[in-house]
């Protein structure tokens, strides 16, 4: 089954919605799934929008761009993201509610939100 999921990001005062279709076997899915999708999702979004910007007329003017091509490791993002997330450094809510537990367990319905917060620090301190 392929299930919608809409994922806010909010960073300060900017909040950031996309959109990621993603292939689910049941409807129970763990926070740790949900960060992974996640992270290749913004992969597979700035691959294409590379891919893009090759085609466009940038590309061909700037011919010394040409030798640039954007590579990752999508398994050490993942488990990157993973650890900060381990160390409070963003959280997730799921409908309002904070998931504190990678393998907490959350059911999949069609008005599920998902947002992750990234805590920026004051200046000053």
Same mark, same amino acid.
Do not use: C
């Given at each position: 089954?392929?299930? #919608? +999921?809409?994922?806010?990001?909010?960073?300060?005062?900017?909040? /950031?919605?996309?959109?990621?279709?993603?292939?689910?076997?049941?409807?129970?899915?763990? +926070? &740790?799934?949900?960060? *992974?999708? &996640?992270?290749?999702?913004?992969?597979?979004?700035?691959?294409?929008? !590379?891919?893009?910007?090759?085609?466009? @007329? *940038?590309?061909?003017?700037?011919?010394? !761009? &040409?030798?640039?091509?954007?590579?990752?490791?999508?398994? !050490?993002? /993942?488990?990157?993201?993973?650890?900060?997330?381990?160390?409070?450094?963003?959280?997730?809510?799921?409908?309002? @509610?904070?998931?504190? !537990?990678?393998?907490?367990?959350? /059911?999949?319905?069609?008005?599920?939100?998902?947002?992750?917060?990234?805590?920026? #620090?004051?200046?000053?301190?």
């Amino acid at each position: 089954m392929k299930f #919608p +999921l809409i994922i806010e990001q909010r960073q300060g005062d900017n909040t /950031v919605s996309a959109v990621v279709h993603i292939q689910l076997t049941d409807k129970l899915v763990s +926070l &740790k799934q949900i960060i *992974e999708l &996640k992270v290749r999702a913004e992969i597979a979004n700035k691959v294409h929008e !590379a891919q893009l910007r090759r085609e466009g @007329k *940038e590309w061909r003017l700037n011919a010394h !761009a &040409k030798s640039y091509v954007e590579h990752y490791d999508i398994d !050490a993002e /993942v488990n990157r993201a993973i650890e900060h997330f381990q160390r409070n450094g963003f959280f997730v809510l799921v409908n309002d @509610k904070q998931i504190t !537990a990678l393998n907490q367990m959350i /059911v999949w319905r069609e008005d599920l939100r998902i947002t992750f917060l990234q805590l920026v #620090p004051l200046i000053g301190g």
